[in-house]
């Protein structure tokens, strides 16, 4: 990640995208699908060390230092979402953070939602990314009528 980092500014990178498959967690909004961390110390709430504590500092560190548009791009629960969950450790949100979480398939939700993600790149825009949901129609789930 860090390696990353320093290649975006050597060559004077517009913006980076990191694609993983695990959501680390971020924040406290979600628990259903990620850990629980304290936003400001990126520190899991059930108290259970992990993984992706030192990855996260290290990734606040090198987000903030980098000022241009970062996104975070992965599936893990797959419940489709584009926000800016990040904050440095005073709480303040990082702006030229977003995460983007895919679809997936959530059969057990009863659901066939295998459906993809557009991402358009425009170095010129302030944003870099844009991001547009492509479903596909022979994945909807016909919902019963009450």
Request: aromatic fraction near 12%; charged fraction near 25%; avoid cysteine.
């Amino acid at each position: 990640m860090r390696e990353t980092f320093k290649a975006a500014k050597t060559r004077n990178s517009v913006a980076v995208m990191f694609i993983s498959q695990a959501d680390p967690g971020w924040d406290l909004t979600d628990g259903t699908r990620a850990p629980l961390r304290d936003p400001k110390t990126l520190t899991e709430t059930d108290g259970q060390t992990d993984g992706f504590k030192d990855f996260l500092l290290a990734f606040r560190e090198e987000a903030i230092a980098f000022r241009k548009p970062i996104a975070y791009v992965y599936g893990d629960s797959h419940y489709y979402r584009v926000d800016k969950p990040f904050l440095d450790a005073q709480g303040r949100r990082i702006e030229n953070f977003t995460r983007v979480e895919t679809f997936g398939d959530n059969a057990a939700n009863g659901t066939n939602d295998v459906n993809w993600v557009k991402v358009t790149v425009n170095p010129r825009s302030r944003e870099v990314f844009s991001y547009q949901p492509q479903i596909v129609p022979g994945n909807r789930v016909a919902v019963p009528s009450p």
